[in-house]
């Protein structure tokens, strides 16, 4: 959320709320073609459990309609492809040319195309019907959303009644001593990745900073009861590196 009515972060940055997008989108321009790669790196492989989990807990099944936002190369997109079949629809979207297309080049090459749109949709402003979805998800991208509490929102309005939204992010380590050892890795090891591997240190001390700069587990939860939802919980996932938080429209 902005921290004033002008002025918002990006990373440990003040920047203008007008300007936030555009550097995010440099950021995810930059690292698009090695996103895949790097998530492996920089996670030992994890992030694929953590996702895993996510699809688990969506009940999404045959026909349903979801919106899968925040899509970059497409890890939940083609599980939930595959998971509500032929006659269920998934969109595919990414405020981001640049991923959106490493999504899409991934749904292709895995042959799944008839079931499944691919949009640039920004978060904040959906151009979606009212209660068009069964199931609505962000995975690692409602960070880098300026008003996230907007964005909450307009998820909201965009459920069917019974649906569930699905938000899946960093967060914070719940053990002092854990965070301590996963700060020291953030800061001095990530950073150091993305300049060997995808020769762009910059983009990635972004995203340790902005790790930080999100709403921790309850905050977040708060946002979204504030945003409309119902039955908000949430699931710490390698001592709460990452957290799903899921909550639902009545």
């Known amino acids: 959320m902005a921290k004033t009515d002008n002025k918002t972060h990006f990373g440990f940055k003040d920047v203008d709320v007008e300007d936030k997008q555009s550097l995010v989108g440099d950021v995810f321009h930059s690292v698009a073609h090695n996103y895949d790669l790097m998530n492996d790196a920089m996670s030992m492989g994890v992030h694929r459990a953590w996702k895993w989990f996510t699809i688990a807990q969506s009940n999404v099944g045959a026909g349903d309609q979801v919106l899968d936002l925040a899509s970059g190369s497409g890890d939940l997109a083609v599980k939930f492809a595959k998971k509500v079949g032929p006659e269920g629809h998934v969109y595919v979207t990414d405020i981001n040319e640049s991923m959106l297309a490493e999504g899409r080049r991934r749904l292709t090459d895995a042959g799944i195309v008839s079931n499944v749109d691919f949009k640039i949709v920004n978060a904040e402003q959906l151009p979606f019907d009212d209660n068009q979805f069964d199931c609505i998800s962000i995975s690692f991208g409602l960070r880098n959303v300026t008003h996230k509490d907007v964005a909450l ?3 909201m309005r965009c459920l069917k009644p019974g649906g569930r939204v699905l938000v ?3 967060s914070q380590p719940t053990n002092e001593t854990f965070r301590s ?4 890795y953030s800061f001095n090891v990530i950073p150091k990745l993305g300049e060997i591997l995808a020769k762009d240190r910059d983009s990635y001390q972004y995203l340790v900073e ?3 700069k999100h709403p921790n587990q309850e905050d977040l939860k708060a946002l979204m009861i504030e ?15 990452v957290a799903l938080h899921i909550g639902y429209k009545y």
């Open 168 to 170: 899946l992010e960093f």
């Open 181 to 184: 050892i996963y700060d020291a």
């Open 227 to 241: 945003a409309g939802f119902d039955r908000v919980r949430y699931h710490n996932l390698t001592g709460g590196i």
């Open 153 to 155: 929102k307009e998820m």
């Open 210 to 212: 902005s790790i930080r």
